[in-house]
């Protein structure tokens, strides 16, 4: 089994951080990678001027290398939100159709297709949350279902909030029987699961850095199925085009599309201390690569959910879990103040829905999770007590 790579970080000791999914901490090399490329536009007159694009193709061939895809294929976007509205522009639902999304869903694969469904004439069909908690067969259900035919299912592969899994290779097989099309949020996915494109073919798979892979805010990448990159980008640049050159003349010399995903880039997509710590965080989670990052995550929860019944927590059942998620739930109410007091035990989660969400990572171990629970078992007995 893979060890913790605690020493890889800056985590004291008392601290059991157990918040992966809201955001992670930033291995050395990742803060290296980031103090680096500050120093360099501290002095600009001395960066290489090819420096930018070598550190934009390292990020997007790291990102690619997470879910199987070619390089070619992926853009370098800011943010989930951003990509899912590069797919409204390039993928527009028929009128009359359906976009599926489900219950609770984070908000970014969500609003674009609200926002979008009045003016061309679709219809946002919400697949309730199963009482049996099978998202996957929920959403199978809901593509069957006579009726309005289905667009587009515009989804995450895991719930946000609580960490239920969803099948993406039934629920694709499933779409593509209806000639329907698959937007993956893999926010929680990408690097920690087997989301290998080539087998699951989704339309496009969106995934930031900033949590699960290790990186920093505003770096995120979009993969796009080779049949919408005629599409046209969300924003219009000179590196989208063949033929917009800084350094000739005409400057503006061939406005026809840059060919592949890259015609989808983001304008400004020159940050290379954002993105050069992106490709850090990224190439270390393909060095471990997912199998043993999830079977470290799957043991550490485990680990949690003993300790936790035995505190009296309600708890998800696994099969129906990813193996880096475990929720606790609250039937009468999470009690008022539970997560200031967790952290000033030094143990930290996130309130999600109501219940609390806890995330391991590579940079957990044992200890951790024992102190989380007794740090769970201690609020608990107190909010009684009070």
């Known amino acids: 089994m893979l060890a913790s790579q605690r020493h890889l970080f800056d985590i004291p000791r008392e601290v059991a951080y157990l918040n992966a999914a809201a955001w992670s901490p930033l291995p050395l090399a990742v803060q290296q990678a980031g103090q680096m490329g500050a120093a360099r536009k501290t002095h600009p007159w ?21 879910i199987g895809a070619a390089a070619e294929d992926v ?50 069909e919400t697949v309730k949350r199963p009482a049996d908690g099978d998202w996957t067969a929920a959403v199978e259900e809901a593509v069957a279902k006579p009726g309005a035919p289905i667009a587009i299912a515009s989804i995450s592969n895991l719930h946000w909030a609580d960490g239920a899994v969803l099948d993406m290779d039934r629920i694709a097989a499933a779409l593509k029987a209806k000639g329907a099309a698959l937007l993956i949020d893999a926010t929680h996915g990408a690097g920690m699961m087997d989301l290998d494109v080539a087998r699951i073919d989704p339309d496009f798979l969106i995934f930031p850095t900033y949590k699960w892979v290790l990186g920093p805010y505003g770096r995120a990448f979009i993969y796009i199925a080779k049949r919408h990159q005629n599409g046209v980008p969300l924003e219009q640049t000179g590196f989208g085009r063949k033929g917009v050159l800084n350094d000739r003349v005409p400057y503006l010399s061939d406005l026809s599309y840059a060919p592949t995903a890259r015609r989808f880039d983001m304008g400004e997509r020159d940050h290379f201390v954002g993105l050069e710590m992106a490709a850090v965080g990224m190439e270390l989670m393909a060095s471990w690569g997912h199998a043993a990052i999830g079977q470290r995550c799957a043991m550490l929860t485990a680990r949690l959910e003993e300790g936790l019944a035995s505190a009296g927590a309600v708890l998800p059942k696994r099969s129906l879990r990813a193996p880096h ?61 009070a």
Request: hydrophobic residues 50%; charged residues 20%; contains cysteine.
């Open 325 to 385: 998620i475990v929720t606790v739930s609250f039937p009468a109410g999470m009690p008022a103040g539970f997560i200031d007091a967790l952290a000033a035990e030094k143990a930290f989660a996130a309130p999600r829905l109501g219940m609390l969400r806890i995330s391991p990572h590579v940079y957990n171990d044992e200890e951790d999770v024992d102190r989380f629970v007794a740090a769970y078992a201690r609020c608990m007995t107190s909010r009684a007590a």
């Open 75 to 124: 853009a370098v976007i800011s943010s989930v939100s951003y990509g899912v509205a590069v797919a409204g522009k390039i993928f527009a639902p028929p009128a009359g159709s359906r976009v599926l999304v489900f219950e609770d869903d984070h908000s970014s694969p969500v609003l674009e297709w609200l926002h979008r469904a009045p003016a061309q004439g679709f219809t946002v």
């Open 46 to 66: 001395n960066v290489d001027a090819a420096l930018p694009g070598q550190v934009i193709e390292r990020a997007r061939a790291a990102a690619a290398a997470l």
